[in-house]
């Protein structure tokens, strides 16, 4: 039998590459993802705070943006303080525990996501389509409600990944080479047939986002029929300007996700760097752009930035003087 001297156990400790093949560049490459991350962290830290504190922002669609920013941060700080210890620490060793933990954190963002995106479609699907029904439709306990359903949907699809990890045997090697874990890359170490692994990893994440992708489109191709049909091109450009913002978030979302996804299950002459690379770009690009992008397009949002900003500056210039 080849594989009767194998030995079978069950790995406490993988061990993180970062990025192989560009190990000399480790250091010059955490530069810009480390200034991404902060910029990030911040970006949307400052945007949960105005939305909380404004008054004026206390609407359902800010709602939604505040979840959106803090799946933002949930997202790229599961992987990216990690990868920069790799890069700076050269700190490559990985609980487990805390490899399955990322795993799921990281997929359940992307999944919480892209359902926050769905919700902020319908928004604004409501807003535009029927504008006089929009406080009967989303009122506080439809959002509470949506809200909920989100984090229960996303908890629901990722939480059985854990078990299909746990379920494996590893053996030969615990070396993973990537910045951070995810679910086939750690799956693909195993001793054991990993079919359900495949399967479940690709196909019910991935349709449950296809699907919200085409509500999206149906929510938008609705929106823009609406729009088109009214009286006047102030009517119109205020309404596609309400847009703007929020369809640019879709596309940062979803073309790097999908162009990922695409490269890494069919890009087969793609270099291994090229597709981490990818990956880690994913995790920061979109949470560092989507509160710039929301902050220029939104005027309610720079309006409550600078009003925010005036008040920190006041309290500073008073705390000095007392």
């Not at 206390?58 to 997202?75: K, R």
């Not at 990944?161 to 045997?169: H, M, Q, S, T, Y």
């Not at 902050?295 to 500073?316: C, L, M, N, S, Y």
Request: charged residues 10%.
């Amino acid at each position: 039998m080849p594989h009767a001297n194998l030995t079978i156990f069950h790995r406490t400790v993988f061990v993180l590459l970062g990025i192989p093949g560009l190990e000399a560049y480790h250091t010059w490459l955490s530069i810009p993802l480390c200034l991404m991350y902060i910029t990030a962290v911040l970006g949307n830290s400052i945007l949960i705070v105005v939305i909380i504190t404004e008054r004026n922002l206390h609407e359902p669609m800010y709602v939604f943006l505040s979840m959106l920013a803090i799946t933002d941060i949930l997202l790229s700080t599961t992987t990216v303080p990690k990868a920069l210890a790799i890069f700076w620490f050269h700190s490559r060793h990985i609980a487990f525990d805390a490899c399955v933990t990322q795993v799921f954190f990281v997929h359940a963002a992307f999944v919480g996501e892209s359902a926050i995106l769905l919700a902020m479609a319908f928004d604004r699907f409501v807003a535009i389509c029927a504008p006089l029904r929009y406080t009967t439709v989303l009122t506080w306990p439809f959002v509470g409600r949506t809200a909920l359903a989100i984090v229960t949907r996303s908890f629901c699809i990722i939480f059985p990944v854990i078990f299909l990890l746990k379920r494996l045997p590893f053996c030969r090697t615990n070396i993973i080479p990537h910045s951070y874990c995810e679910h086939i890359g750690v799956a693909r170490l195993a001793c054991a047939d990993i079919t359900v692994n495949i399967w479940y990893g690709f196909s019910v994440p991935i349709v449950m986002v296809i699907l919200d992708v085409i509500l999206i489109a149906v929510s938008y191709s609705l929106i823009l029929q609406a729009v088109f049909r009214l009286p006047s091109q102030d009517a119109r450009h205020k309404a596609l300007s309400t847009c703007g913002s929020h369809f640019c978030v879709i596309l940062m979302f979803y073309v790097p996700s999908f162009f990922t996804l695409l490269t890494h299950r069919f890009g087969h002459n793609i270099p291994r760097h090229v597709h981490i690379l990818l990956a880690n770009l994913y995790v920061v690009v979109p949470p560092m752009l989507n509160p710039i992008v929301y902050g220029v397009k939104t005027k309610q949002i720079r309006e409550g930035a600078a009003h925010w900003f005036f008040d920190v500056k006041t309290w500073w210039c008073a705390a000095s003087l007392g």
